[in-house]
């Protein structure tokens, strides 16, 4: 009876010990990319403006979609630049980002000041507080304008968990320090422009030595990258077209007292896209949006697999401009690519298909440089997956 109760208590132990593991959850998921990359993605025009009001006013930017019976995808971002007199600056950066395709949730609020040495330059601090304060975040830099500050170019330093050491309450010592390096630029000239943005890290790197407090983890690394390149051209007020390369970019490693729960998994997206709008006329335009996904993950240790994937993607759009009303129809489709090698069960799996879905959406120009827009999308097939979609932008 004694020998039960001991094992019963180890394999709890080790039961308990075992990691969360949600990086396969999107996996077999084939219309994963079609719904937050095409259907819900922002119309190149409205990021357009986006990007140019960054730092030169304040807005609000949002989009939510269903991407499941029961997940959300949450695109949102609160900028504020509040001129405080004698070249001082205050500046919110709020950031909302869940999505099934990337790793890590975003959920940032970062706030601080901006010091402008002369008109074209300047400094600038902010800070994002947590309810865990070992997770604060800071970022500092220089910021190069011009007299309109649409087109910038701002780099800063970023140091997340600045003071996770002194508030974990697991005991962790850091061996390395999350440094990295953001930016955002852009330049527009008559006929193009060209917009950037990033961050670079170094991730962190962290020992659990006390067992009193972390009776289980004794490593984690954690490292996340991302980039994203845009060129647009506007030859007239006709066409607007526009182009783009990203990638993401994530490492994430634990060792546990218990080994075979131990794993280093990496993740690695890469997309290019190419979106063309075309006026007809002052009531008629045509939108089509291509996309293009190449995905690479592994994990070795627990849940040892390799994964690959390439998803190709078309949006073909059409627009009815009914003063301040719009109606827009689309078609939608992917062909997906995605093979998954099971290390640890044997489980392999593959998929080679076509699918395609149809959008009916309504928009709506307020007077005062906001718009709204409402769709529904469903699958073609019959019993396939439906969904709603609401995006507003709002610059003030």
């Known amino acids: 009876m004694k020998s039960i109760i001991i094992y019963t208590v180890v394999l709890i132990q080790f039961l308990s010990a075992a990691p969360e593991w949600g990086f396969e959850e999107a996996y077999d998921d084939e219309m994963l990319y079609l719904h937050a990359l095409i259907n819900y993605r922002f119309d190149q025009r409205w990021y357009n403006r986006w990007e140019a009001n960054l730092f030169s006013g304040n807005g609000f930017l949002f989009s939510v979609g269903s991407v ?10 609160l900028v504020l630049n509040n001129d405080l007199g004698s070249g001082w600056r205050f500046q919110g950066d709020g950031r909302w980002l869940d999505t099934r ?42 910021a190069i304008y011009d007299k309109s500050k649409q087109n910038y170019l701002r780099l800063a330093l970023k140091v997340d968990d600045f003071v996770y050491d002194d508030k974990n309450e697991f005991g962790a010592v850091t061996e390395q320090s999350p440094l990295g390096m953001e930016w955002h630029s852009r330049y ?19 020992y659990f030595p006390d067992r009193n407090k972390s009776p289980d983890m004794t490593y984690h690394y954690r490292q996340i990258n991302r980039a994203e390149f845009k060129l647009y051209v506007h030859p007239d007020k006709r066409w607007f077209i526009g182009s783009g390369i990203g990638y993401y970019g994530f490492r994430d490693q634990k060792s546990y007292i218990y080994d075979p729960d131990s794993y280093a998994y990496e993740n690695r997206i890469s997309t290019w896209y190419l979106e063309v709008n075309y006026e007809l006329n002052l009531r008629h335009g045509f939108r089509s949006l291509t996309h293009i996904v190449r995905q690479t993950a592994f994990s070795r240790g627990y849940h040892a697999h390799d994964y690959e994937r390439n998803d190709f993607m078309t949006g073909l759009f059409y627009l009815i401009q ?7 129809t689309g078609y939608m489709f992917t062909f997906v690519d995605w093979n998954y090698a099971n290390y640890h069960g044997g489980n392999d799996r593959t998929a080679n298909r076509y699918l395609d879905k149809l959008k ?28 709603a979609n609401l995006q507003y932008i709002m610059l003030f």
């Open 68 to 77: 499941t019976v029961d997940d959300l995808l949450i695109d949102g971002h």
């Open 101 to 142: 395709h990337l790793n890590a949730h975003t959920k940032d609020t970062f706030m601080g000041l901006e010091k402008l040495i002369s008109d074209d330059f300047g400094l600038f601090l902010q800070v994002t507080p947590f309810y865990n304060k070992e997770f604060t975040d800071i970022r500092t830099g220089i």
């Open 188 to 206: 527009q000239s008559e006929y193009w422009t060209l917009f950037t943005t990033g961050n670079l890290s170094t991730g962190f790197e962290r």
């Open 322 to 328: 009914l003063g301040r009303h719009s109606i827009e």
């Open 360 to 387: 009916l959406g309504w928009s709506y120009r307020f007077p005062n440089h906001a718009e709204l827009n409402i769709s529904i999308s469903h699958q073609v097939s019959i019993g396939g997956f439906g969904g």
